[in-house]
């Protein structure tokens, strides 16, 4: 069973944490200008991860979680998405 808000159940030693997640995509809600939204963690090892969050809240975790190595894609309705280099290069 998974625990919610844990990334990764088996820690590795040679893999930097988050090393799992190989995607988040940002989508706006339907109304409000304010930049909520839901985002969506892609990840090898478990289901993804849903949860609401303001754009730059979703922008910040990509940085975090990619920090340079990863690709910016826009969304159809100003959503966005960030994929890790290496899995979008598979």
């Known amino acids: ?4 808000g844990v990334f990764s159940g088996h820690p590795s030693t040679t893999a930097p944490a988050g090393a799992d997640v190989t995607d988040i995509e940002w989508t706006p809600a339907e109304r409000g200008d304010d930049g ?13 991860v849903n949860m609401p969050m303001t754009q730059e809240g979703a922008r910040r ?8 190595d990863k690709s910016e894609l826009p969304l159809t309705g100003d959503g966005l998405h960030w994929v ?3 899995w979008s290069q598979a």
């Open 1 to 4: 069973m998974s625990v919610p």
């Open 36 to 48: 909520s939204g839901e985002v969506t963690i892609g990840h090898t090892a478990t289901e993804d």
């Open 61 to 68: 975790l990509a940085d975090r979680m990619f920090g340079d």
């Open 84 to 86: 890790r280099r290496r």
